[in-house]
């Protein structure tokens, strides 16, 4: 099918002027999306550009909006129906949508209004397609938990232990937040990733570790006496402990202790594997390669080019831009210490992230790797895939798997991914579980 209708629509209707620093009036925004579609299905173009707010007016001619409906149907066949209203909320910006039913396509209709009413998006768009993947859930039959406690000396982390039932001496994997203070199943929104991972590995018979992050338990606390804020304090030395916690565990065979890192964690997963005493293998899902600043920028404009294209969204991302570009500057006479600190993370934090280069820590390690990667994320890239492809390609003890469907969640979805697909509930795929069972199993992925 030509989507170039679509292209076009996405390209001079998909503009957003402004982060919305303030829900304004959600029920009356509401009803405007719906005054709107009235608009478009008695194609009174001038009257949807009226609506639009004072920027986008000037941007745009109401010819654009001339004749909408009657051009979606040339393409897509009759309208036959709308659903439901509803709305979604994502990095403080709030989009409401309806799917239309065309004869021979689905279309979302799609808006968003900015804090005075003024409406800064409308686009139509292919409705996303719906995850495929089974919920999974808690079979007491096949699995048992248990609350536990851990962490290094000095911090004390509520976590999970899941069995299989009825096993002895089987296979662990602990597994590792990414940034931010995360909880022990990594929640966000509806979706618990560690928790689907935990429960579909005890159903196919692998033991996990699962706890809550150490800032999250202690907040600003998290930094030992005589430390700083570095990658160790916040993710690296939990790891290793508990690593080494696991091996004395009855249940547990204790020379099949494994490290699953998602995001950051999967970054540190090979500094961990280098600190930890006799890890059996590490498993990092959707790894940064690059630097971290790097990924901030990048995620930054993603996100804007999605959402916003305002004069104001473009100043802010050429801040953080020249904030990372200083960052990179530490420990030279280049530096400019009046410059703020990207999201206000202390120095030490950052002096400690470029001095680690995960991929060539990798490079060292001699233990089995298997690294995942989903091709719809865009906080972690495939150019990130790619870069530890290239640098790990004479690793025989490495191996690789991307999956098409899957974004940095391990959600399942069609197109772009956006961070309003975090909002809905979207279970990790069970062949995900398969792979990392077939390589703990055999140290391979065939």
């Known amino acids: 099918m030509n989507f170039s209708f679509l292209y076009k629509w996405a390209l001079l209707l998909g503009l957003l002027l402004g982060y919305v620093a303030a829900i304004f009036a959600q029920d009356t925004n509401m009803e405007r999306a719906k005054h709107v579609y009235e608009l478009f299905v008695a194609d009174q173009g001038d009257s949807i550009h009226a609506l639009l707010n004072e920027e986008l007016q000037k941007k745009l001619s109401p010819v654009i909006f001339k004749g909408m409906l009657s051009q979606s149907e040339r393409q897509f066949g009759k309208l036959q129906s709308n659903g439901e209203w509803q709305k979604d909320v994502a990095q403080g910006i709030t989009l409401y949508y309806s799917d239309l039913k065309f004869e021979r396509y689905n279309l979302r209709f799609l808006l968003s209004f900015d804090a005075g009413g003024g409406m800064n998006t409308i686009r139509l768009m292919p409705v996303p397609a719906a995850s495929t993947a089974e919920t999974v859930t808690f079979d007491k039959e096949k699995m048992t938990e248990r609350d536990i406690t851990v962490g290094s000396e000095g911090f004390k982390l509520p976590g999970t232990l899941t069995l299989p039932a009825g096993k002895k001496k089987v296979p662990v994997v602990i597994l590792v937040h990414g940034s931010g203070p995360q909880d022990r199943d990594e929640?966000?929104?509806?979706n618990k990733p560690f928790r689907d991972l935990a429960w579909g590995l005890a159903e196919r018979g692998i033991a996990t570790v699962r706890y809550e992050k150490r800032t999250k338990v202690y907040g600003a606390a998290s930094v030992p006496e005589g430390r700083e804020m570095d990658y160790d304090t916040e993710a690296v030395d939990?790891?290793?402990a508990i690593a080494a916690w696991a091996k004395t565990l009855p249940e547990v065979d204790a020379d099949s202790v494994y490290v699953l890192g998602h995001s950051l964690g999967a970054t540190l997963a090979p500094r961990i594997a280098e600190r930890a005493d006799g890890v059996a293998g590490v498993i990092l899902v959707a790894a940064l390669a690059r630097p971290f600043e790097d990924a901030i920028v990048e995620q930054m404009t993603y996100i804007s080019s999605l959402m916003d294209s305002s004069?104001?969204?473009?100043?802010?991302?050429?801040?953080?831009?020249r904030q990372a570009d200083n960052i990179k500057k530490l420990g030279t006479p280049e530096f400019n210490d009046t410059i703020p600190l990207l999201m206000s993370v202390p120095r030490s934090y950052w002096e400690s992230a470029n001095a680690y280069k995960p991929v060539e820590v990798a490079f060292k390690l001699t233990l089995p790797m298997l690294i995942l990667q989903g091709e719809r994320d865009y906080q972690v890239t495939m150019e990130d895939f790619g870069l530890w492809r290239f640098g790990l390609m004479r690793n025989r003890n490495v191996f690789f798997k991307s999956y098409p469907k899957l974004n940095h969640l391990l959600q399942e979805g069609s197109g772009k991914a956006t961070p309003f697909e975090y909002n809905k509930v979207s279970p990790?795929?069970?062949?995900?579980?398969d792979d990392i069972v077939l390589f703990i199993r055999s140290g391979r992925l065939q």
């Open 187 to 190: 929640t966000l929104g509806p």
């Open 238 to 240: 939990d790891a290793v």
């Open 311 to 321: 004069d104001s969204a473009k100043k802010r991302i050429a801040e953080i831009r």
């Open 428 to 433: 990790v795929p069970g062949y995900v579980m």
